[in-house]
């Protein structure tokens, strides 16, 4: 397992944008998938975004297709996640995540065996 924090959480109006890092230790953070998801108050943690170990492919939510970027850096042993056009719908603590099957990236949270404690993203209307 690695271990991951999340930064770069923070309030934001509807339109504008924020981005996400997530800071890698531990185990070699290259052999991970690497992932971001989200848990809004009251609903279950959903997918948002995932990245193979080399950096790519990539894979989103549909909800955030075309305006979510997932990247990583590992070198720097980090995971990144630009928002752009952000919505009041995208409000939620956003988590990191990472995983160290062997199987690429996915959306099922099961796949995932190292979390971040999160970091809140609050779009106002």
């Known amino acids: 397992q690695v271990q991951l924090v999340e930064s770069g959480g923070g309030l934001v109006q509807a339109g504008g944008s924020l981005r996400l890092s997530c800071a890698a230790s531990?185990?070699?953070?290259?052999?991970?998938?690497a992932a971001w998801f989200r848990q809004a108050p009251g609903k279950e943690r959903e997918f948002v975004a995932a990245?193979?170990?080399?950096?790519?492919?990539?894979y989103y939510a549909d909800s955030v297709q075309g305006r979510f970027t997932i990247s990583r850096d590992n070198a720097k042993n980090t995971v990144s996640l630009q928002m752009n056009s952000l919505k009041p719908e995208d409000t939620a603590v956003y988590y990191c995540a990472a995983s160290s099957g062997t199987r690429p990236p996915t959306f099922d949270i099961r796949e995932y065996d190292s979390w971040g404690q999160g970091t809140q993203v609050t779009v106002s209307s």
């Open positions: 531990g185990r070699a953070f290259s052999s991970h998938a």
């Open positions: 990245i193979s170990r080399a950096g790519g492919p990539t």
